[in-house]
């Protein structure tokens, strides 16, 4: 199984200072294929990190063609499960991956049986060697559709958050709910968040959080530009006042707000990702805009290029570096479309550099793609160093940290334990002088080098790196640089 993204604690966050990289303008193409899902929009998508899964969806208020699972290599389509050997039609549904239990997880939906207007109310698991297996809980939540999407919290299980809901034989409602799938049971974790359908679900790895936006708070409208985080630890829901509010560019909207927008979590940007959606306007045209929200506001990071799109889904497949969509409504028809979102990938630098004895800040930075296709061109230097020093660059596999060097250093240990070290070299320069320069090309080492720490690699692994270097008269005779982390790529 493909290794995720570490995730660390926001405690440990505030002392690292992980820095956001800037907004990364790319378009959303459609990609042309040999084959693709039959027409449909409202679908569910997860991924294991290597596959994005498809399931289900409506034409009109017809789903019972959609009832077959499909994954995506980001090459061919392939149909896992036939609808005669699936867990039944249904649009909307809760789906996610388990990643605990490597099994995809869905639950609920709308059209159930094929009857548009039934709820399913059903749980069950696939994988590729049991097929699809119902799952018959104790306790469960009530039918419901238009959740915003399923996704997996470490050591929570399978989450998701309102949606049009309706006990059997009762009255609809909104729901205010957030559950979680262990395995073996829904849990209400709570009934005190947002009240809210239609709007975009994601999980956020690096902070442990769930960040909602959009969707309606009643049936009727209208669309909300409302940012809500559910803190995991805490098992709570706040809303994120942001200066800037994702809107539709249809003519004639009257406000901010989208309903139904995909939406997916950039592991290596750190953002949260929203594309197209309906906005507050007369017609139900899609927008085409891309936003970024990285935790504290919004950015619009759109590219004339993307089409409008809304009622799609997307996931990012970390195996292939990329974010894509399926399906939707484009321009008021259902489309068999798959977008893909490549944004450019960027390092991010955290963690503080220490000050050396002359005055000295280095400063660590990367050129070129971690790309494990490659056997050269991914080179970290850390810049500023004193001149004519011994030093070395050093990485680990086990993420970030901020631990002081020493009583007294201004330098912190930026890479938790173990880490391996690089060849040593000298700073060049003048002593004296902040014109020092210590640098390494990491994939030319890894390749020269297949018992270094960590091999073999896999696409998706976090490497975090920093320089150290000779400085006799500081504090332990050493300094340090701030932190690097970056995430390898096919």
Known sequence: MLTRTHAFALAALSLLSLQPATAQVAPWNQLSLVANPATRERPATATDGNVLYL??????????????????????????????????????????????????????????????????????????????????????????????????????????????????GGASYVSNETWAWNGVNWNLLTNSGPTIQNGALVYRSATNDLVYFGGTATSSGPALATTYRYDVATNTWTQVVTATLPTSDVVGATGPGLMSPSAYYHPITRKVVIHGGQG??????????????????????????????????????????KAFSATGNSSNSPRNWTLQHDVP??????????????????????????????????????????GQKQGLLFYGLSGPTALPWAAGSTSFFCVKSPTQRMGAQLSGGTTGACDGNLSQDWLAFVTANPGALGA????????????????PPAVKTTNLSNGLEFTLVP
């Open 456 to 471: 073999p690699y896999s696409v998706g692994q976090v490497v975090d790196a920093q320089a150290w270097y000779r400085d």
């Open 55 to 168: 399931y289900g969806g409506q034409s009109n208020t017809a789903t019972a063609a959609f009832a077959s699972l499909m994954a995506f290599d980001g090459v061919n389509w392939t149909t896992l499960t036939p609808t005669n050997a699936s867990c039944g039609p249904r649009a909307s549904a809760v789906m996610a991956w388990d990643d605990a239990r490597d099994k995809l997880v869905v639950f609920s939906g709308q059209g159930a049986g094929g009857v548009w207007g039934t709820l399913d109310t059903t749980t069950w698991e696939w994988d590729a060697s049991s097929g699809w297996v119902q799952r018959f809980p104790a306790t469960s939540p009530d039918g419901r559709w238009l959740v915003g999407g399923g996704v997996y919290v470490p050591a929570v299980g399978v989450v998701f958050h309102g949606g049009a809901a309706a006990p059997s």
């Open 345 to 386: 990938v960027v390092s991010v630098i955290y963690c503080t550099a220490g000050t050396s004895t002359n005055g000295c800040v280095p400063s660590i930075g990367a050129t070129g793609s971690p790309s494990l296709a490659a056997s050269s061109g991914f080179v970290i230097a850390a810049a500023n160093i004193e």
């Open 280 to 321: 507050n306007h007369p017609n139900t045209t899609a927008s085409k805009l891309t936003w970024e929200f990285d935790g504290v506001d919004w950015t619009d990071v759109s590219h004339p290029a993307s089409p409008n799109i809304r009622n799609s889904s997307a996931q990012w497949v970390a195996a292939l570096g």
